[in-house]
Protein backbone atom coordinates (compact mmCIF):
# COMPACT_ATOMS: atom_id res chain seq x y z
CA UNK A 1 0.00 0.00 0.00
CA UNK A 2 2.50 2.34 0.50
CA UNK A 3 4.12 1.59 -2.11
CA UNK A 4 0.78 2.58 -4.22
CA UNK A 5 0.68 5.59 -2.82
CA UNK A 6 4.60 6.22 -3.28
CA UNK A 7 3.60 5.84 -7.29
CA UNK A 8 0.87 8.15 -7.06
CA UNK A 9 2.18 10.90 -5.58
CA UNK A 10 4.86 10.09 -7.62
CA UNK A 11 2.44 10.22 -10.48
CA UNK A 12 0.62 13.29 -9.40
CA UNK A 13 3.97 15.29 -8.93
CA UNK A 14 4.59 14.63 -12.73
CA UNK A 15 0.82 16.06 -13.81
CA UNK A 16 1.52 18.71 -11.99
CA UNK A 17 4.98 19.61 -13.23
CA UNK A 18 3.45 19.15 -16.84
CA UNK A 19 0.28 20.91 -16.85
CA UNK A 20 2.19 23.95 -15.22
CA UNK A 21 3.92 23.92 -18.26
CA UNK A 22 0.89 23.58 -20.77
CA UNK A 23 -0.80 25.98 -18.40
CA UNK A 24 1.24 28.88 -18.23
CA UNK A 25 -0.14 32.27 -19.12
CA UNK A 26 0.56 32.85 -22.52
CA UNK A 27 2.29 36.37 -23.29
CA UNK A 28 1.80 38.56 -26.68
CA UNK A 29 5.22 39.34 -27.70
CA UNK A 30 5.00 41.23 -31.22
CA UNK A 31 3.51 41.13 -34.49
CA UNK A 32 4.46 41.83 -37.92
CA UNK A 33 2.01 43.30 -40.53
CA UNK A 34 -0.29 44.96 -37.62
CA UNK A 35 1.39 48.81 -38.97
CA UNK A 36 -1.03 51.10 -39.74
CA UNK A 37 -2.09 51.57 -43.10
CA UNK A 38 -2.40 54.58 -45.35
CA UNK A 39 -5.82 55.66 -47.03
CA UNK A 40 -5.03 53.74 -50.20
CA UNK A 41 -4.16 50.43 -48.74
CA UNK A 42 -6.96 47.95 -47.77
CA UNK A 43 -6.93 45.10 -45.71
CA UNK A 44 -9.83 42.65 -46.08
CA UNK A 45 -12.77 45.01 -47.43
CA UNK A 46 -16.45 44.19 -47.20
CA UNK A 47 -19.45 45.86 -46.87
CA UNK A 48 -19.97 48.77 -49.38
CA UNK A 49 -23.12 51.25 -49.31
CA UNK A 50 -23.77 54.81 -51.48
CA UNK A 51 -25.23 57.86 -50.15
CA UNK A 52 -27.50 60.55 -52.19
CA UNK A 53 -24.63 61.97 -54.28
CA UNK A 54 -23.40 58.96 -55.07
CA UNK A 55 -20.40 58.79 -52.86
CA UNK A 56 -19.32 55.22 -51.85
CA UNK A 57 -18.68 53.93 -48.55
CA UNK A 58 -16.64 50.77 -47.64
CA UNK A 59 -16.25 48.77 -44.62
CA UNK A 60 -12.37 48.74 -44.42
CA UNK A 61 -12.73 45.24 -42.01
CA UNK A 62 -9.34 44.70 -40.87
CA UNK A 63 -8.23 48.32 -40.70
CA UNK A 64 -10.86 49.04 -38.51
CA UNK A 65 -12.54 51.71 -40.40
CA UNK A 66 -15.44 53.41 -43.05
CA UNK A 67 -13.60 54.39 -46.51
CA UNK A 68 -15.20 57.10 -48.12
CA UNK A 69 -14.64 57.50 -51.94
CA UNK A 70 -16.38 59.56 -55.02
CA UNK A 71 -17.66 57.57 -57.83
CA UNK A 72 -14.41 57.66 -59.97
CA UNK A 73 -13.37 55.69 -57.05
CA UNK A 74 -10.76 58.24 -55.68
CA UNK A 75 -10.73 58.11 -51.53
CA UNK A 76 -12.04 61.15 -49.99
CA UNK A 77 -11.93 60.08 -46.30
CA UNK A 78 -11.62 57.66 -44.12
CA UNK A 79 -13.33 57.25 -40.44
CA UNK A 80 -12.44 55.55 -37.39
CA UNK A 81 -9.53 53.48 -35.30
CA UNK A 82 -9.29 49.94 -33.14
CA UNK A 83 -11.21 50.64 -30.06
CA UNK A 84 -14.70 50.98 -28.30
CA UNK A 85 -15.65 53.95 -27.66
CA UNK A 86 -17.56 55.89 -30.44
CA UNK A 87 -16.56 56.80 -33.45
CA UNK A 88 -14.22 53.38 -32.53
CA UNK A 89 -14.42 50.05 -34.33
CA UNK A 90 -13.35 46.86 -33.64
CA UNK A 91 -13.58 44.86 -37.19
CA UNK A 92 -16.60 46.56 -38.80
CA UNK A 93 -18.27 44.58 -41.28
CA UNK A 94 -21.26 46.57 -42.47
CA UNK A 95 -22.15 49.82 -43.54
CA UNK A 96 -25.19 51.68 -44.79
CA UNK A 97 -27.07 54.82 -45.60
CA UNK A 98 -30.33 55.39 -44.20
CA UNK A 99 -33.26 57.81 -45.64
CA UNK A 100 -32.50 60.65 -43.85
CA UNK A 101 -28.56 60.61 -44.98
CA UNK A 102 -27.07 58.76 -41.59
CA UNK A 103 -23.97 56.73 -41.55
CA UNK A 104 -25.03 53.15 -39.96
CA UNK A 105 -22.03 50.97 -39.20
CA UNK A 106 -22.12 47.26 -38.21
CA UNK A 107 -19.20 47.02 -35.61
CA UNK A 108 -18.94 44.00 -35.47
CA UNK A 109 -15.79 43.26 -33.01
CA UNK A 110 -17.87 45.47 -30.39
CA UNK A 111 -20.81 43.37 -31.10
CA UNK A 112 -23.24 46.70 -31.74
CA UNK A 113 -24.34 49.38 -34.26
CA UNK A 114 -22.92 52.78 -34.32
CA UNK A 115 -24.70 55.37 -36.09
CA UNK A 116 -23.37 59.09 -37.43
CA UNK A 117 -25.10 61.79 -39.38
CA UNK A 118 -23.57 62.80 -42.83
CA UNK A 119 -20.71 64.07 -41.50
CA UNK A 120 -19.59 61.09 -39.47
CA UNK A 121 -20.37 63.16 -36.19
CA UNK A 122 -21.42 60.27 -33.50
CA UNK A 123 -25.29 59.91 -32.85
CA UNK A 124 -25.55 56.60 -31.15
CA UNK A 125 -24.95 53.11 -30.43
CA UNK A 126 -26.78 49.68 -29.23
CA UNK A 127 -25.97 46.37 -28.87
CA UNK A 128 -23.98 43.79 -26.92
CA UNK A 129 -22.94 40.24 -27.19
CA UNK A 130 -25.77 38.09 -26.41
CA UNK A 131 -28.89 36.10 -28.01
CA UNK A 132 -31.55 38.44 -26.39
CA UNK A 133 -33.35 41.18 -27.97
CA UNK A 134 -31.18 44.17 -28.45
CA UNK A 135 -27.87 41.64 -28.62
CA UNK A 136 -25.44 39.93 -31.29
CA UNK A 137 -23.83 37.29 -31.98
CA UNK A 138 -22.25 38.84 -35.03
CA UNK A 139 -23.54 41.49 -36.51
CA UNK A 140 -22.94 41.52 -40.27
CA UNK A 141 -24.33 43.81 -42.41
CA UNK A 142 -27.53 46.18 -42.39
CA UNK A 143 -30.80 47.91 -44.96
CA UNK A 144 -32.97 50.17 -44.74
CA UNK A 145 -36.74 50.06 -45.68
CA UNK A 146 -38.64 52.42 -47.03
CA UNK A 147 -39.99 53.44 -43.53
CA UNK A 148 -36.56 54.17 -42.55
CA UNK A 149 -35.99 50.91 -40.00
CA UNK A 150 -33.00 48.93 -39.96
CA UNK A 151 -32.76 45.72 -40.52
CA UNK A 152 -29.37 43.55 -39.48
CA UNK A 153 -27.79 40.25 -40.09
CA UNK A 154 -27.20 38.32 -36.66
CA UNK A 155 -24.71 35.75 -38.95
CA UNK A 156 -24.33 33.64 -35.50
CA UNK A 157 -27.81 33.87 -33.87
CA UNK A 158 -28.90 32.99 -37.63
CA UNK A 159 -31.59 35.33 -37.41
CA UNK A 160 -32.43 38.82 -38.40
CA UNK A 161 -33.42 41.87 -36.15
CA UNK A 162 -35.08 44.81 -36.97
CA UNK A 163 -34.88 48.44 -35.25
CA UNK A 164 -36.66 51.53 -35.95
CA UNK A 165 -34.47 54.80 -36.80
CA UNK A 166 -33.94 54.96 -32.89
CA UNK A 167 -32.23 51.88 -32.39
CA UNK A 168 -35.43 50.63 -30.39
CA UNK A 169 -35.68 47.12 -31.25
CA UNK A 170 -39.20 45.87 -33.14
CA UNK A 171 -38.69 42.56 -33.88
CA UNK A 172 -36.27 39.54 -35.20
CA UNK A 173 -37.15 36.70 -37.59
CA UNK A 174 -35.24 33.35 -38.33
CA UNK A 175 -33.43 30.97 -36.84
CA UNK A 176 -31.25 27.93 -37.39
CA UNK A 177 -32.04 25.14 -39.96
CA UNK A 178 -32.62 24.86 -43.75
CA UNK A 179 -36.21 24.73 -43.85
CA UNK A 180 -37.94 27.88 -45.55
CA UNK A 181 -37.66 30.93 -43.55
CA UNK A 182 -34.73 29.23 -41.06
CA UNK A 183 -31.04 30.68 -41.89
CA UNK A 184 -27.34 29.31 -41.74
CA UNK A 185 -24.93 32.29 -41.10
CA UNK A 186 -26.69 34.79 -42.97
CA UNK A 187 -24.56 37.67 -43.92
CA UNK A 188 -25.88 39.87 -47.10
CA UNK A 189 -29.42 42.08 -46.81
CA UNK A 190 -31.14 44.25 -49.11
CA UNK A 191 -34.41 45.63 -49.92
CA UNK A 192 -36.43 45.41 -53.26
CA UNK A 193 -38.34 48.48 -54.81
CA UNK A 194 -41.24 46.59 -53.44
CA UNK A 195 -40.22 46.51 -49.74
CA UNK A 196 -38.86 42.58 -49.69
CA UNK A 197 -36.12 42.00 -47.45
CA UNK A 198 -33.17 39.68 -49.71
CA UNK A 199 -31.29 38.09 -47.37
CA UNK A 200 -27.77 35.92 -48.41
CA UNK A 201 -28.58 33.22 -46.66
CA UNK A 202 -25.17 32.32 -46.82
CA UNK A 203 -24.56 28.75 -45.41
CA UNK A 204 -27.49 26.89 -46.83
CA UNK A 205 -26.43 28.11 -50.38
CA UNK A 206 -29.54 30.32 -51.39
CA UNK A 207 -31.24 33.40 -51.38
CA UNK A 208 -34.34 34.19 -49.58
CA UNK A 209 -37.55 36.80 -49.59
CA UNK A 210 -38.83 38.33 -46.39
CA UNK A 211 -41.72 40.68 -46.16
CA UNK A 212 -40.74 43.46 -43.80
CA UNK A 213 -42.39 41.52 -41.34
CA UNK A 214 -40.45 38.47 -41.75
CA UNK A 215 -42.71 36.35 -43.05
CA UNK A 216 -40.79 34.04 -45.49
CA UNK A 217 -42.13 34.39 -49.33
CA UNK A 218 -39.82 32.60 -51.65
CA UNK A 219 -36.11 31.59 -52.51
CA UNK A 220 -34.06 31.15 -55.16
CA UNK A 221 -31.65 28.54 -54.90
CA UNK A 222 -31.52 25.10 -53.12
CA UNK A 223 -29.33 23.39 -50.13
CA UNK A 224 -26.83 22.53 -52.94
CA UNK A 225 -23.67 24.79 -53.51
CA UNK A 226 -23.26 24.87 -57.34
CA UNK A 227 -22.14 27.02 -60.47
CA UNK A 228 -25.80 27.32 -62.17
CA UNK A 229 -27.51 29.99 -62.56
CA UNK A 230 -30.00 29.59 -60.02
CA UNK A 231 -26.99 28.27 -57.56
CA UNK A 232 -24.72 29.88 -55.25
CA UNK A 233 -22.02 29.02 -53.01
CA UNK A 234 -21.76 30.89 -49.61
CA UNK A 235 -23.37 34.00 -51.03
CA UNK A 236 -22.78 37.33 -49.22
CA UNK A 237 -23.51 40.61 -50.58
CA UNK A 238 -26.96 41.95 -51.89
CA UNK A 239 -27.61 45.31 -53.58
CA UNK A 240 -30.37 46.45 -55.44
CA UNK A 241 -29.96 49.10 -58.43
CA UNK A 242 -33.00 51.04 -57.28
CA UNK A 243 -34.16 52.51 -60.76
CA UNK A 244 -34.15 48.74 -62.71
CA UNK A 245 -35.31 46.87 -59.74
CA UNK A 246 -32.38 44.32 -60.20
CA UNK A 247 -29.93 42.73 -58.61
CA UNK A 248 -26.39 41.87 -57.74
CA UNK A 249 -25.31 39.06 -55.38
CA UNK A 250 -21.48 38.52 -54.64
CA UNK A 251 -21.35 34.57 -54.86
CA UNK A 252 -18.36 34.34 -52.33
CA UNK A 253 -17.26 30.65 -53.05
CA UNK A 254 -17.49 31.04 -56.91
CA UNK A 255 -15.59 33.97 -57.09
CA UNK A 256 -18.29 35.85 -58.93
CA UNK A 257 -21.14 38.36 -59.40
CA UNK A 258 -24.39 37.34 -60.44
CA UNK A 259 -27.34 39.69 -61.87
CA UNK A 260 -30.65 39.13 -61.36
CA UNK A 261 -33.89 41.06 -62.70
CA UNK A 262 -36.60 42.45 -60.91
CA UNK A 263 -38.63 38.67 -61.29
CA UNK A 264 -35.90 37.12 -59.84
CA UNK A 265 -34.60 36.06 -63.37
CA UNK A 266 -31.08 35.31 -63.69
CA UNK A 267 -29.35 37.51 -66.05
CA UNK A 268 -25.25 37.25 -66.31
CA UNK A 269 -22.38 35.98 -64.32
CA UNK A 270 -19.27 38.03 -64.27
CA UNK A 271 -15.91 37.71 -62.72
CA UNK A 272 -14.09 34.38 -61.70
CA UNK A 273 -11.00 33.24 -59.98
CA UNK A 274 -8.09 34.76 -59.81
CA UNK A 275 -9.83 38.05 -61.23
CA UNK A 276 -12.28 38.02 -58.00
CA UNK A 277 -11.41 36.25 -54.90
CA UNK A 278 -13.55 35.87 -52.18
CA UNK A 279 -15.84 39.02 -53.35
CA UNK A 280 -18.56 40.20 -50.23
CA UNK A 281 -20.34 43.07 -51.99
CA UNK A 282 -21.33 44.84 -55.02
CA UNK A 283 -22.92 47.60 -55.61
CA UNK A 284 -24.04 49.92 -58.75
CA UNK A 285 -23.29 53.66 -58.68
CA UNK A 286 -24.39 56.42 -59.87
CA UNK A 287 -22.83 55.76 -63.37
CA UNK A 288 -23.82 52.83 -63.84
CA UNK A 289 -20.32 50.88 -62.88
CA UNK A 290 -20.33 47.85 -60.83
CA UNK A 291 -18.15 48.24 -57.47
CA UNK A 292 -17.49 45.34 -56.29
CA UNK A 293 -15.13 44.32 -52.74
CA UNK A 294 -12.93 41.97 -53.84
CA UNK A 295 -11.93 40.78 -50.46
CA UNK A 296 -9.05 38.28 -51.06
CA UNK A 297 -7.33 40.52 -52.78
CA UNK A 298 -7.68 43.35 -50.62
CA UNK A 299 -9.03 45.94 -53.03
CA UNK A 300 -11.86 46.99 -54.75
CA UNK A 301 -12.83 46.91 -58.34
CA UNK A 302 -14.51 48.41 -61.09
CA UNK A 303 -16.48 46.79 -63.53
CA UNK A 304 -18.38 48.29 -66.23
CA UNK A 305 -21.48 47.02 -67.38
CA UNK A 306 -22.35 46.11 -71.09
CA UNK A 307 -25.69 44.62 -72.24
CA UNK A 308 -25.66 41.36 -70.56
CA UNK A 309 -22.37 41.27 -69.14
CA UNK A 310 -19.80 43.29 -67.09
CA UNK A 311 -16.45 43.30 -67.60
CA UNK A 312 -13.07 44.42 -65.72
CA UNK A 313 -12.52 48.49 -65.59
CA UNK A 314 -9.82 48.87 -63.16
CA UNK A 315 -9.02 48.26 -59.54
CA UNK A 316 -8.73 50.61 -56.47
CA UNK A 317 -5.89 50.12 -53.62
CA UNK A 318 -2.61 49.48 -53.39
CA UNK A 319 -1.15 45.60 -53.58
CA UNK A 320 -0.40 44.63 -49.78
CA UNK A 321 2.65 43.32 -51.28
CA UNK A 322 5.55 44.94 -48.50
CA UNK A 323 8.17 43.25 -47.01
CA UNK A 324 5.84 42.89 -43.83
CA UNK A 325 2.19 43.16 -45.50
CA UNK A 326 0.37 39.77 -46.38
CA UNK A 327 -2.66 38.90 -48.42
CA UNK A 328 -4.26 35.77 -46.96
CA UNK A 329 -1.07 34.47 -45.62
CA UNK A 330 -2.08 30.86 -44.54
CA UNK A 331 0.92 29.06 -43.04
CA UNK A 332 4.40 30.29 -40.73
CA UNK A 333 7.66 27.41 -40.32
CA UNK A 334 11.06 27.86 -38.83
CA UNK A 335 14.14 25.79 -39.88
CA UNK A 336 17.29 24.73 -37.67
CA UNK A 337 18.87 27.91 -37.82
CA UNK A 338 16.10 30.45 -36.84
CA UNK A 339 14.53 31.78 -40.32
CA UNK A 340 11.15 31.84 -40.36
CA UNK A 341 9.43 31.15 -43.46
CA UNK A 342 5.57 32.44 -44.53
CA UNK A 343 3.50 31.44 -47.44
CA UNK A 344 1.81 34.73 -48.51
CA UNK A 345 -1.04 33.10 -50.20
CA UNK A 346 -2.98 35.46 -52.50
CA UNK A 347 0.48 37.10 -53.12
CA UNK A 348 1.24 34.14 -54.42
CA UNK A 349 4.67 33.75 -52.62
CA UNK A 350 7.13 32.88 -50.13
CA UNK A 351 8.47 35.09 -47.54
CA UNK A 352 11.81 34.18 -45.82
CA UNK A 353 12.97 36.32 -43.06
CA UNK A 354 16.11 35.58 -40.27
CA UNK A 355 16.18 35.19 -36.74
CA UNK A 356 15.78 38.90 -36.03
CA UNK A 357 12.64 39.44 -38.53
CA UNK A 358 14.59 41.23 -41.30
CA UNK A 359 13.20 40.03 -44.99
CA UNK A 360 16.01 38.03 -46.64
CA UNK A 361 14.19 36.83 -49.62
CA UNK A 362 11.05 36.17 -51.58
CA UNK A 363 10.15 33.30 -53.82
CA UNK A 364 7.69 33.47 -56.37
CA UNK A 365 6.81 35.03 -59.55
CA UNK A 366 8.78 38.05 -60.54
CA UNK A 367 11.07 37.28 -57.64
CA UNK A 368 7.73 37.28 -55.46
CA UNK A 369 6.34 40.84 -56.39
CA UNK A 370 3.25 39.16 -55.16
CA UNK A 371 -0.15 41.36 -55.62
CA UNK A 372 -3.35 39.95 -57.49
CA UNK A 373 -1.15 38.88 -60.73
CA UNK A 374 1.50 37.74 -59.01
CA UNK A 375 0.46 33.99 -59.86
CA UNK A 376 2.65 31.41 -62.00
CA UNK A 377 2.59 27.70 -62.91
CA UNK A 378 6.26 27.47 -63.40
CA UNK A 379 8.70 25.76 -61.64
CA UNK A 380 9.57 27.88 -58.51
CA UNK A 381 6.26 29.81 -58.97
CA UNK A 382 3.28 29.53 -56.74
CA UNK A 383 -0.48 29.84 -56.92
CA UNK A 384 -2.45 29.79 -53.44
CA UNK A 385 0.89 28.68 -51.44
CA UNK A 386 -0.23 26.40 -48.57
CA UNK A 387 1.41 24.92 -45.81
CA UNK A 388 4.76 24.65 -45.40
CA UNK A 389 7.39 21.89 -44.42
CA UNK A 390 11.20 21.65 -44.03
CA UNK A 391 13.19 18.57 -43.35
CA UNK A 392 16.25 17.56 -41.36
CA UNK A 393 18.89 19.00 -44.07
CA UNK A 394 16.86 22.55 -44.05
CA UNK A 395 15.25 21.68 -47.21
CA UNK A 396 11.75 23.70 -47.81
CA UNK A 397 8.83 22.16 -48.63
CA UNK A 398 5.69 24.20 -50.21
CA UNK A 399 1.92 22.71 -50.64
CA UNK A 400 1.46 24.59 -54.13
CA UNK A 401 -2.03 24.42 -53.70
CA UNK A 402 -3.99 25.50 -57.19
CA UNK A 403 -1.07 24.34 -58.92
CA UNK A 404 -2.02 20.64 -57.30
CA UNK A 405 1.75 19.70 -56.55
CA UNK A 406 4.38 19.77 -53.71
CA UNK A 407 7.57 21.85 -54.57
CA UNK A 408 10.86 21.26 -52.98
CA UNK A 409 13.55 23.77 -52.76
CA UNK A 410 16.49 23.98 -50.63
CA UNK A 411 17.31 26.78 -48.14
CA UNK A 412 18.12 29.62 -50.60
CA UNK A 413 15.14 29.25 -51.96
CA UNK A 414 16.35 27.04 -55.29
CA UNK A 415 14.29 24.40 -56.78
CA UNK A 416 15.01 21.28 -56.54
CA UNK A 417 12.03 19.80 -57.21
CA UNK A 418 7.85 18.88 -57.78
CA UNK A 419 5.16 16.09 -57.76
CA UNK A 420 1.68 16.22 -58.85
CA UNK A 421 -0.47 17.55 -60.90
CA UNK A 422 -4.50 17.45 -61.20
CA UNK A 423 -5.96 13.88 -60.85
CA UNK A 424 -7.64 11.37 -58.28
CA UNK A 425 -4.82 8.84 -58.91
CA UNK A 426 -2.00 8.13 -56.74
CA UNK A 427 0.73 10.95 -56.62
CA UNK A 428 -1.94 13.63 -58.10
CA UNK A 429 -3.83 15.99 -55.88
CA UNK A 430 -6.88 17.84 -56.33
CA UNK A 431 -5.99 21.38 -53.95
CA UNK A 432 -3.42 20.02 -51.04
CA UNK A 433 -3.54 22.11 -48.90
CA UNK A 434 -1.37 20.39 -45.82
CA UNK A 435 2.71 18.92 -46.02
CA UNK A 436 4.75 17.29 -43.23
CA UNK A 437 7.87 15.15 -42.85
CA UNK A 438 9.07 12.91 -40.43
CA UNK A 439 12.74 11.84 -39.25
CA UNK A 440 13.29 9.49 -41.32
CA UNK A 441 12.29 12.29 -44.66
CA UNK A 442 9.42 10.52 -45.56
CA UNK A 443 6.34 13.26 -47.09
CA UNK A 444 2.75 12.80 -45.98
CA UNK A 445 0.17 15.84 -48.31
CA UNK A 446 -3.04 16.34 -47.26
CA UNK A 447 -4.33 15.84 -50.49
CA UNK A 448 -7.83 18.45 -49.81
CA UNK A 449 -10.62 17.57 -52.45
CA UNK A 450 -9.59 14.05 -52.51
CA UNK A 451 -10.31 13.67 -48.82
CA UNK A 452 -6.90 11.57 -48.39
CA UNK A 453 -3.58 11.63 -47.20
CA UNK A 454 -0.91 10.30 -49.34
CA UNK A 455 2.95 9.38 -48.04
CA UNK A 456 6.08 9.34 -49.77
CA UNK A 457 9.64 8.69 -49.20
CA UNK A 458 11.99 11.34 -49.67
CA UNK A 459 12.86 10.77 -53.15
CA UNK A 460 8.83 11.66 -54.33
CA UNK A 461 8.30 7.97 -54.82
CA UNK A 462 4.85 6.95 -53.81
CA UNK A 463 4.45 4.79 -50.67
CA UNK A 464 0.89 4.75 -49.76
CA UNK A 465 -2.27 6.73 -49.10
CA UNK A 466 -5.71 6.47 -47.08
CA UNK A 467 -8.94 7.93 -46.30
CA UNK A 468 -11.58 9.10 -48.48
CA UNK A 469 -14.65 11.71 -47.92
CA UNK A 470 -17.02 10.86 -44.66
CA UNK A 471 -16.60 10.88 -40.82
CA UNK A 472 -15.88 7.58 -39.81
CA UNK A 473 -12.32 7.00 -38.11
CA UNK A 474 -9.72 7.45 -41.19
CA UNK A 475 -12.37 9.29 -42.84
CA UNK A 476 -12.06 12.75 -43.97
CA UNK A 477 -13.82 15.41 -45.43
CA UNK A 478 -11.13 18.27 -46.38
CA UNK A 479 -8.12 17.95 -44.47
CA UNK A 480 -5.85 20.65 -44.03
CA UNK A 481 -2.76 20.97 -42.03
CA UNK A 482 -0.47 18.19 -40.62
CA UNK A 483 1.90 17.39 -38.20
CA UNK A 484 4.53 14.95 -36.86
CA UNK A 485 5.31 14.39 -33.42
CA UNK A 486 8.38 13.10 -31.86
CA UNK A 487 7.34 9.33 -32.55
CA UNK A 488 7.06 10.09 -36.24
CA UNK A 489 2.45 9.86 -35.38
CA UNK A 490 1.01 11.97 -38.01
CA UNK A 491 -1.68 14.50 -37.03
CA UNK A 492 -4.70 15.74 -39.62
CA UNK A 493 -6.73 18.52 -39.13
CA UNK A 494 -10.03 17.43 -40.52
CA UNK A 495 -11.26 20.60 -40.99
CA UNK A 496 -15.24 20.11 -42.21
CA UNK A 497 -15.68 17.14 -39.65
CA UNK A 498 -14.50 19.78 -36.84
CA UNK A 499 -11.65 17.22 -35.24
CA UNK A 500 -8.22 16.24 -35.06
CA UNK A 501 -6.76 12.66 -36.22
CA UNK A 502 -4.15 10.78 -35.08
CA UNK A 503 -2.50 8.09 -37.17
CA UNK A 504 0.74 5.93 -36.98
CA UNK A 505 3.08 6.27 -39.42
CA UNK A 506 1.67 3.72 -41.69
CA UNK A 507 -1.85 5.17 -41.48
CA UNK A 508 -3.25 3.33 -38.91
CA UNK A 509 -5.94 4.99 -36.77
CA UNK A 510 -5.14 5.78 -33.26
CA UNK A 511 -7.09 8.66 -31.89
CA UNK A 512 -8.89 11.71 -32.60
CA UNK A 513 -10.65 14.87 -30.78
CA UNK A 514 -12.78 18.11 -31.78
CA UNK A 515 -16.03 18.61 -31.27
CA UNK A 516 -18.38 15.86 -30.03
CA UNK A 517 -15.73 13.89 -29.06
CA UNK A 518 -14.46 14.03 -32.88
CA UNK A 519 -17.71 12.06 -34.26
CA UNK A 520 -17.34 14.63 -37.28
CA UNK A 521 -20.36 15.70 -39.71
CA UNK A 522 -20.81 16.41 -43.06
CA UNK A 523 -22.51 19.32 -41.95
CA UNK A 524 -19.75 21.57 -39.45
CA UNK A 525 -23.36 23.42 -38.29
CA UNK A 526 -24.94 20.00 -37.16
CA UNK A 527 -21.27 19.85 -35.53
CA UNK A 528 -20.53 23.21 -34.05
CA UNK A 529 -18.88 23.75 -30.39
CA UNK A 530 -17.44 26.39 -28.71
CA UNK A 531 -16.79 24.83 -25.20
CA UNK A 532 -13.67 24.02 -23.95
CA UNK A 533 -11.39 21.67 -26.51
CA UNK A 534 -14.27 21.90 -29.43
CA UNK A 535 -13.24 23.56 -32.60
CA UNK A 536 -14.50 25.06 -35.60
CA UNK A 537 -13.34 24.38 -39.34
CA UNK A 538 -9.87 24.41 -38.06
CA UNK A 539 -6.81 25.14 -39.97
CA UNK A 540 -3.31 24.65 -38.50
CA UNK A 541 -1.47 22.06 -36.64
CA UNK A 542 1.91 22.68 -34.68
CA UNK A 543 3.88 19.92 -32.03
CA UNK A 544 5.93 21.53 -29.51
CA UNK A 545 9.21 19.52 -28.10
CA UNK A 546 6.94 18.30 -25.49
CA UNK A 547 4.38 16.34 -27.57
CA UNK A 548 1.98 19.44 -26.73
CA UNK A 549 -0.59 19.63 -29.82
CA UNK A 550 -1.33 23.27 -30.81
CA UNK A 551 -4.65 23.71 -33.13
CA UNK A 552 -5.89 27.04 -34.55
CA UNK A 553 -9.47 26.49 -34.00
CA UNK A 554 -10.35 29.01 -36.65
CA UNK A 555 -13.71 29.86 -36.24
CA UNK A 556 -13.80 30.41 -32.83
CA UNK A 557 -11.40 32.59 -33.50
CA UNK A 558 -8.81 31.02 -30.89
CA UNK A 559 -5.77 28.36 -30.72
CA UNK A 560 -6.43 25.51 -28.68
CA UNK A 561 -3.67 23.23 -26.76
CA UNK A 562 -3.96 19.29 -26.15
CA UNK A 563 -1.91 16.70 -24.77
CA UNK A 564 -0.57 14.13 -27.73
CA UNK A 565 -3.99 11.83 -26.57
CA UNK A 566 -6.34 14.57 -27.57
CA UNK A 567 -7.00 15.72 -24.16
CA UNK A 568 -7.76 19.46 -24.03
CA UNK A 569 -5.16 21.28 -21.34
CA UNK A 570 -5.53 25.16 -22.40
CA UNK A 571 -6.79 27.86 -24.99
CA UNK A 572 -5.77 31.64 -25.55
CA UNK A 573 -7.41 34.43 -27.98
CA UNK A 574 -10.76 35.34 -28.85
CA UNK A 575 -12.66 37.22 -31.57
CA UNK A 576 -11.14 40.81 -31.29
CA UNK A 577 -7.99 43.00 -33.45
CA UNK A 578 -6.72 43.77 -30.17
CA UNK A 579 -3.45 42.48 -30.15
CA UNK A 580 -3.41 38.81 -28.94
CA UNK A 581 -6.50 38.09 -30.29
CA UNK A 582 -7.52 36.61 -33.83
CA UNK A 583 -9.48 36.89 -36.55
CA UNK A 584 -9.23 33.14 -38.35
CA UNK A 585 -6.03 32.32 -37.21
CA UNK A 586 -4.62 29.58 -40.23
CA UNK A 587 -0.93 27.68 -39.73
CA UNK A 588 1.15 28.03 -36.04
CA UNK A 589 4.55 27.06 -35.51
CA UNK A 590 6.36 26.33 -32.41
CA UNK A 591 9.92 27.90 -33.04
CA UNK A 592 13.27 25.72 -31.25
CA UNK A 593 13.52 28.67 -28.85
CA UNK A 594 9.71 27.75 -27.80
CA UNK A 595 7.76 30.75 -29.36
CA UNK A 596 4.43 29.88 -30.59
CA UNK A 597 3.99 32.00 -33.76
CA UNK A 598 0.43 32.40 -35.46
CA UNK A 599 -1.35 33.03 -38.82
CA UNK A 600 -4.01 35.89 -38.06
CA UNK A 601 -5.60 35.32 -41.71
CA UNK A 602 -8.17 37.46 -42.17
CA UNK A 603 -5.69 40.19 -40.58
CA UNK A 604 -3.54 39.85 -42.08
CA UNK A 605 -0.71 39.52 -39.63
CA UNK A 606 1.67 37.52 -37.95
CA UNK A 607 1.53 37.14 -34.10
CA UNK A 608 4.20 36.22 -31.75
CA UNK A 609 3.73 34.54 -28.19
CA UNK A 610 5.75 32.99 -25.15
CA UNK A 611 4.62 31.60 -21.73
Known amino acids: MKRLLSKLLVLGFIYLVFS ?35 NIYMADMGNHRIVKLNSSGNVLATFGKLGDKPGEFNMPFGVAIDNEGNILVADTGNYRIQKFNSNFQFIKSW ?36 YNSNGEFLLTFGEYGKGNGQLALPQGIAISNNNEIYIADTYNNRIQIFDVNGNFKRKIGDLQQGIGPYQFYHPRGINFDKKSGSFYVADTYNNRIMKFNNYDQFLYATGGFPALVYPNQVLRSENGDLFISDTGNNRLVIYSEMGLSATYLKSIGNSRSGNSQYAGPYDVESDGNGNIFVSDSFNHRILKY ?33 QIAIDKYNNVYIADSVNHRIQKFNNSGV ?61 FFQPMQLAIDSKDNVYVVDRINNRIQKFDNNGKFLTKWGTNNGSGHLDPLENWGEDSGD ?30 NGRFLEQFGSFSGLEGNFFSPQGIEITDTGEIVVVDGLLHRIQFFRR
Open 20 to 54: SKASAEMIFERAWGNDEDDQNLFRTPVALAKDESG
Open 354 to 386: NKNGDLISKWGSMFGIGGPLGYGIYPGQFFVPR
Open 535 to 564: IFLPTGISIDQNDLVYVTDTSNNRVNVYDE
Open 127 to 162: GSKGIREGQFGFPREIAIDRDNNYYITDEFNHKIQK
Open 415 to 475: FLGTIGGFGTLFGYFQFPSGIAIDSRGNIFVADSENHRIQKFNSYFIFQKSWGNKGTGNGQ
